[in-house]
């Protein structure tokens, strides 16, 4: 079926005619001019448009205003003074704008501006630092990263890297170098349990197969990588279980140390509670690990020696110093006789001085003495 198409004419220039096109023009623009009183009419409308909107704006804002104004006097001056300081900024507000690093801070009571207050900023800006820098590591050298998380967990370098293990992963034999890939495959073959000479023979038949020696090798390089591999991630994954148990024996540990402080009593020592968080943290920089356990250590210098040995033998003795005190008082006591003897003493000297002033060498006569 066909269809039949409309030919569509389009003029050409020669059926326009020079007033023609004129007229045209000439009509466009008296169709868009606009007469002075309808310019007026339009102006006095957007004008009216522009004051409605002013004013709505206006009163909204006094509505606003007003109802903060009713909520302000509602605040405490507590409330007051922090709203004030929010609306006016702070120090750490402006360095944060200027760097772009926000940072969450829990000042408690410290005057954030304060010296105080700077040293607890910029602890958390530290930490922050170390967790971002941990975090680009672990991105950017994930097995350098596993590395330094075995060593922070507790692990040794050198369980990784001991100088008589191969690092398979860094061995690269090109397919020209055969010498190479022959003392590879011999060590590979010896590894396995066999003796040099059959060790060797193995390699002739690895470079007479199918798959050629560089094939084999490939294949026996990769069986060494996946072990080590393998023998990592266990060494890894056993250090981490380690460190784990290790943090819930310390947490266990803190809390025991903090529960007796708290209590305010250490067998027969009474301790004040203004001390207490101070004895705590006393404590804690004297304990380290040791032998899956803990242990006090005590500094020594010439100033504290005396000291120390007072702390040690108190140790030694278990906290039983009894007799000692015992002996002290005994001492005491004995001590505090002789005086009492001697004041007593002292004063039956004193009398028979008198006497003797008074009677000379002769005996006083019963009359001296009343009934």
């Known amino acids: 079926m066909t269809q039949e198409k409309e030919e569509l004419e389009i003029p050409s220039l020669e059926d326009f005619t020079e ?29 009216e448009t522009k004051r409605l909107e002013e004013e709505t704006a206006k009163l909204e804002q006094e509505e606003k205003d007003r ?51 700077a040293a607890i900023r910029e602890e958390v800006v530290a930490s922050k630092a170390v967790q971002s820098n941990l975090a680009y590591l672990e991105e950017q ?30 061995i690269t034999i090109e397919e020209a170098d055969v010498d190479s890939q022959k003392t590879f495959m011999k060590s590979y073959y010896i590894e396995k349990g066999f003796s040099d000479a059959k060790a060797l023979r193995n390699v002739e038949d690895d470079e007479d197969s199918d798959e050629g020696l560089y094939k084999n090798f490939q294949t026996a390089l990769k069986e060494k990588q996946e072990a080590q591999e393998t023998t990592n991630k266990a060494t890894f994954e056993r250090q981490e279980k380690i460190k ?48 899956g356990g803990y242990a006090l250590t005590i500094p020594l210098t010439n100033d504290n020696f005396t000291e120390q040995l007072q702390q040690m033998f108190f140790g030694f003795k278990k906290g039983d110093l009894g007799k000692f005190v015992t002996a002290k008082a005994k001492t005491e006591n004995a001590a505090r006789l002789k005086r009492q003897l001697k004041k007593d003493k002292g004063v039956d000297e004193s009398s028979s001085e008198k006497e003797k002033r008074t009677y000379g060498d002769k005996l006083p006569t019963l009359g001296a003495f009343e009934a």
């Open 19 to 47: 007033s023609s096109l004129l007229d045209q023009i000439q009509n466009k623009e008296k169709d868009e001019e606009e007469t002075d009183e309808e310019k007026e009419t339009r102006e006095a409308e957007e004008a």
């Open 244 to 291: 784990l148990a290790q943090d819930a024996q310390d947490k266990k540990f803190g809390e025991t140390v903090s529960s007796i402080i708290s209590s305010g009593k250490v067998g027969n020592f009474n301790i004040p509670k203004k001390d207490a968080e101070s004895f705590y943290n006393h404590v804690f920089q004297h304990i380290e690990r040791k032998d």
């Open 141 to 170: 050298f994930p097995e350098g990263f596993k590395v330094l998380q075995h060593v922070s967990n507790g692990g040794q370098l050198k369980d990784l890297l001991d100088e008589n293990i191969v690092d398979y992963s860094n």
């Open 67 to 117: 109802l903060a104004k009713e909520q302000d006097e509602e605040l405490t001056e507590e409330e007051k003074e922090a709203k004030a300081k929010e609306e006016e900024g702070s120090f750490w507000g402006d360095v944060e704008a200027i760097t772009g690093n926000t940072v969450e801070v829990d000042f408690g009571d410290v005057d954030p501006e304060s010296p105080e207050g």
